[in-house]
């Protein structure tokens, strides 16, 4: 996105990857379905970044999501919106966006140097050293635009090798942490092998945060072998890992039946069962079986599952303590990085004249949705308008 404003405002721009072809995280996002951005209005969707809403509101207002489906829809690429509000390629694909996006910037000038990994400054001021498989090389350019990602998905890119790079020049960078990520908790062995891998679908997962307001949000994620992840999870994650490095642990509790009440599920638990067994009942009643039925084996004793009242309000809360975030390489997006008032308003370095960031490399985080993937292009857009008006401004 840097590179294609700068073009457009007649800078010579070469833009150098890491990795054997450019995009590798980018097309990672389309897998299963590329969610660009999101159809909400402009209030909410800035709300999603918490406590960088005010921070990033001005970047993602001049490239609005409305903004980015018009910059799409030029490239030839047609979107529609999901029923969840997402917006997506009409082809789900992140691949024929991503070649058409390069063809436009080749046909822009922009050359494209791939297997050229940044190293840092070279002797000169301003130089930059590369690794390139002809051996190490430097180069010099009058500005630098760092999109270097985050922590996450190291084997695409993104290893967060660039932090001491930077942290020795004085820049101040926040420590990388998961974002949108699974958490570890004790299960026993026997469930852990037997539910590993089992989706806990139409369930409701409440959370209370530190200033004692519940969210309570509908949706689905999945039992692992450690812990839990998928999109519930990471709804909350950002508050789970902030509350777990406070106080070493963070308590969800799971909804397994939303659509009835407390009073019903209390009504069939208590109806007599004669000689069938437990897990029959609650099957026959309740249509709980599988992993939903082994959860509550999970957290209750045999005495305690034999209590109807007792059992029927851990169908309504069943309580998961979750210990530890998994690592920040599984987690789908990092929090952290370069923090904001280490740049000026244009995203330049303050320590380093004529270097800007962008991306996930930002001290920001947002959940999934098309939020992140939004950010990134207009925080790319803004450090590309940066870099021509330093230029321009003589570089002051």
């Not at 072809?21 to 996002?29: D, E």
């Amino acid at each position: 996105m840097a590179a294609e404003v700068l073009a457009a405002g007649g800078a010579k721009v070469t833009v150098f990857d890491a990795m054997p072809s450019v995009g590798r995280k980018f097309l990672l996002a389309g897998v299963g379905g590329m969610n660009i951005t999101h159809s909400e209005a402009i209030g909410p969707f800035l709300g999603r970044y918490g406590a960088r809403a005010e921070t990033l509101a001005p970047l993602i207002n001049a490239f609005t999501p409305d903004q980015l489906r018009n910059w799409i829809h030029d490239l030839g690429i047609e979107t529609f919106v999901g029923t969840s509000g997402r917006v997506f390629p009409k082809e789900m694909k992140a691949a024929p966006l991503l070649r058409a996006w390069l063809h436009r910037l080749k046909d822009a000038g922009v050359t494209v140097e791939v297997r050229h990994r940044w190293l840092g400054w070279g002797d000169e001021a301003g130089s930059l050293r590369f690794a390139t498989p002809a051996g190490e090389i430097t180069l010099n350019a009058d500005a630098v635009v760092l999109a270097m990602g985050g922590g996450s998905w190291s084997r695409l890119g993104s290893d967060g090798a660039w932090v001491p790079l930077l942290a020795e020049k004085g820049v101040h960078v926040a420590a990388l942490q998961p974002s949108n990520c699974g958490f570890d908790l004790p299960w026993s062995t026997f469930f852990a092998e037997k539910h590993a891998g089992a989706p806990l679908k139409s369930v409701a997962v409440s959370y209370t945060d530190a200033r004692g307001a519940t969210t309570v949000k509908p949706g689905e994620f999945v039992v692992t072998a450690t812990g839990v992840e998928g999109s519930l999870i990471y709804a909350f994650s950002a508050a789970i890992r902030d509350r777990i490095a406070a106080q070493g642990s963070a308590t969800i509790y799971v909804d397994l039946l939303p659509g009835r009440s407390l009073e019903r599920v209390q009504t069939e638990v208590a109806i007599p069962r004669g000689s069938r067994s437990l897990a029959s009942h609650l099957q026959s009643k309740l249509g709980l079986t599988g992993v939903k039925a082994g959860l509550l084996r999970e957290v209750l004793s045999k005495e305690e599952m034999a209590d109807p009242t007792r059992l029927a309000r851990t169908i309504k809360a069943l309580p998961l303590k979750l210990i530890a975030p998994r690592p920040l390489d599984e987690a789908i997006s990092s929090a952290g990085g370069v923090r904001f008032d280490a740049l000026d308003h244009n995203l330049m370095l303050r320590a380093l004249p004529g270097v800007f960031c962008a991306g996930e490399m930002l001290d920001w985080e947002a959940p999934t949705g098309g939020y992140l993937l939004t950010a990134c292009f207009a925080s790319g857009r803004a450090a590309g308008a940066g870099v021509l008006h330093w230029l321009g401004a003589g570089r002051t």
